[in-house]
Each structure stands twice: as structure tokens, then as C-alpha cells.
């Protein structure tokens, strides 16, 4: 029996799309860098990323449209943070990719290992666990 591709998601290729687009910033990737471990009003953001108040205000408001962080009002300030544990994960991911050497110094998988990587991603999706995304193995 073959490995299951699953079926191309448009709308959720979208989705992702926006989300690499407003995280391929340098100053929005630092922001949400600060944000991943703790929340900040904006002047203080602000002041870490050396930037106009309006210019990080603006950064804010287009992270928050790829749904990367959240607000809390206090009075008259707000308070920004990132939407979940999945955004710092995104960055050390990215960081990963980034880091990893070109796709041609690993060995191919075999068709049996893939379908064995699949089976378990899948069983762990149906547990409710997190899956990590694998770099696609090439054959030289």
C-alpha cells in the first residue's frame, strides 16, 4: 500500500503565504522575536527595534492580520504578545532552515522510510500532538 499524499489546500496555502510574507521583515521577525517571550506596549518595542512609534505600529498591525500576535488593553495602552507558542516555534524553524545545509549532503529516503515518516505523522496528528515539518529528502 502507498504512502497518502494529502490533497493541495488552496486557501491554506494562502494563509501560510501571508504568514511567511509578514514574518520575512527583518523588523517584523524581531518583533515577534521580543513578542514570543513576553508582551510589550509599543513605545517599548519601539525603543528595542530603534524605530518611530508609528512605523512599529504599523509592523503590529500587519502581524496581527496574519493572526502572529495579540492585544490586551490596560487603560490607555496596549499591550502586544504573540498569539501562541506556534509563533516561536515558526522562528526557531525558520532559524533551522536556514541553518541546514544545502539538500544535496543528505542521503535520499527510501520509499519504505517515507511511508514509515508519514505513518507517523499522522497517527500523531490524530493524537492531537504537534508535527514538525521534515525537509523533503532529494536524490543526487
Same mark, same amino acid.
Given at each position: 500500500?502507498?504512502?497518502?499524499? &494529502?490533497?493541495?489546500?488552496?486557501?491554506?496555502? &494562502?494563509?501560510?503565504? %501571508?504568514?511567511?510574507?509578514?514574518?520575512?521583515?527583518?523588523?517584523?521577525?524581531?518583533?515577534?522575536?521580543?513578542?514570543?517571550?513576553?508582551?510589550?506596549?509599543?513605545?517599548?518595542?519601539?525603543?528595542?527595534?530603534?524605530?518611530?512609534?508609528?512605523?512599529?505600529?504599523?509592523?503590529?498591525?500587519?502581524?496581527?492580520?496574519?493572526?502572529?500576535?495579540?492585544?490586551?488593553? &490596560?487603560?490607555?495602552?496596549?499591550?502586544?504578545?504573540?498569539?501562541?507558542?506556534?509563533?516561536?516555534?515558526?522562528?526557531? &524553524?525558520?532559524?533551522?532552515?536556514?541553518? %541546514?545545509?544545502?539538500?544535496?549532503?543528505?542521503?535520499?529516503?527510501?520509499?519504505?522510510?517515507?511511508?514509515?515518516?508519514?505513518?507517523?505523522?499522522?497517527? %500523531?496528528?490524530?493524537?492531537?500532538?504537534?508535527?514538525?515539518?521534515?525537509?523533503?529528502?532529494?536524490?543526487?
Amino acid at each position: 500500500m502507498g504512502a497518502q499524499v &494529502e490533497a493541495w489546500d488552496e486557501a491554506g496555502a &494562502e494563509r501560510a503565504i %501571508a504568514v511567511l510574507k509578514a514574518v520575512a521583515d527583518p523588523t517584523r521577525y524581531r518583533l515577534l522575536w521580543a513578542l514570543s517571550r513576553q508582551e510589550f506596549p509599543v513605545g517599548s518595542l519601539a525603543e528595542m527595534v530603534g524605530a518611530h512609534v508609528a512605523a512599529v505600529s504599523q509592523h503590529l498591525a500587519k502581524l496581527r492580520t496574519a493572526g502572529l500576535v495579540v492585544t490586551r488593553r &490596560e487603560g490607555t495602552r496596549i499591550y502586544y504578545r504573540a498569539a501562541g507558542p506556534h509563533v516561536r516555534g515558526l522562528l526557531e &524553524e525558520a532559524s533551522l532552515v536556514a541553518s %541546514a545545509p544545502p539538500s544535496g549532503d543528505h542521503a535520499p529516503v527510501s520509499g519504505q522510510e517515507a511511508a514509515a515518516v508519514a505513518a507517523q505523522e499522522q497517527a %500523531a496528528r490524530a493524537a492531537g500532538r504537534r508535527v514538525r515539518a521534515r525537509r523533503p529528502a532529494t536524490a543526487e
